[in-house]
């Protein structure tokens, strides 16, 4: 059995990356939890969301600390507002997007080791995580195509375009 020590996630620890238009860092990574749980802190604006995917691995949590997220599940989707949690289990296709002006969340990914996608595909930024927000905007079809080749290593699969149009919420 590893032995493990405690982690103390300060604010100054991680690098802020910008990734798909969300201000993102690395809080808790698989080396501290022995690979059980990781947790990315996030922010964004309204607008910002992500494509349809599957994780062939792990869980996500979405923790909504201020503002207003929509998580959307194999066609069903859900308002998950401040104070609120949304758990998706693995290999069920999801995305979600932000429905409040802004919306800062934690994503708790269980087991740990998809937290590196967001440091292989982000880009640093200099500036402090609560500064200004990325403005949303469609990906370019390149950059999605290397999303997808980084994704292989995770078990990960776009699976397709956001699917918020339409979308009621359950």
Do not use: K
């Not at 590893?2 to 238009?21: I, K, M, R």
């Not at 501290?32 to 995917?53: D, I, K, M």
């Not at 997007?97 to 937290?115: D, M, Q």
Request: hydrophobic share 40%; charged share 20%; proline share 9%.
């Amino acid at each position: 059995m590893t032995s493990l020590t405690p982690t103390l996630a300060t604010s100054g620890d991680a690098s802020v990356l910008d990734h798909l238009d969300f201000l993102c860092r690395v809080r808790i990574r698989a080396d501290h939890t022995a690979g059980t749980l990781a947790v990315v802190e996030e922010r964004g604006r309204q607008g910002c969301q992500t494509p349809r995917h599957v994780h062939d691995r792990e869980a996500e949590t979405f923790v909504v600390l201020d503002g207003a997220l929509e998580g959307w599940c194999e066609g069903t989707a859900h308002l998950v507002e401040s104070g609120s949690m949304l758990h998706l289990p693995p290999r069920r296709e999801h995305a979600f997007r932000v429905v409040s002006s802004s919306a800062h969340f934690l994503t708790l990914i269980s087991p740990a080791g998809f937290e590196g996608f967001f440091e292989a595909t982000g880009t640093v930024v200099d500036q402090p995580f609560d500064g200004e927000l990325p403005v949303p905007g469609p990906v370019p079809p390149e950059a999605v195509e290397r999303l997808v080749e980084a994704l292989v290593p995770y078990a990960c699969t776009i699976t397709g375009p956001p699917p918020f149009e339409g979308v009621t919420t359950g």
